[in-house]
């Protein structure tokens, strides 16, 4: 069975930071690209931030760009997203996604709320 769970959202000031983890289970993480995509209520889902399987690629939201980086530890079967000076805008829920390297197949997380208020 194939998991993805997020953790590490929470409510944090302005301009505080955060640690996103996403863990993989009954996958062979090393074959899949991951994302982090964010979504608030009303709105479409939007990505954030990629990374290769091997963390050769990566890119991010023009949003985001200074503030974000993504990174994974394809031994522990993680993916990370450290977030600093996190503004109100980056409210959101925080979504994980891999998707395999030579194919369409992908799986989600099940999302973590991040809250940026004072």
């Known amino acids: 069975q194939v998991q993805l769970v997020e953790s590490g959202g929470g409510l944090v000031q302005p301009g505080g930071s955060l640690r996103l983890s996403c863990a993989a289970s009954?996958?062979?993480?090393?074959?899949?690209?991951v994302g982090w995509f964010r979504q608030v209520p009303g709105k479409e889902r939007e990505i954030v931030a990629t990374?290769?399987?091997?963390?050769?690629?990566?890119n991010y939201a023009d949003s985001v760009k200074g503030r974000i980086t993504i990174s994974r530890d394809n031994a522990k079967n993680t993916a990370a997203l450290q977030m600093n000076s996190l503004k109100p805008d980056d409210t959101a829920v925080y979504y994980c996604?891999?998707?395999?390297?030579?194919?369409?197949?992908?799986?989600w997380g099940q999302g973590t709320q991040v809250t940026v208020s004072s």
């Open positions: 996604k891999a998707e395999y390297r030579w194919g369409s197949q992908s799986y």
């Open positions: 990374i290769s399987w091997n963390s050769g690629t990566i």
């Open positions: 009954g996958i062979i993480f090393s074959r899949y690209n």
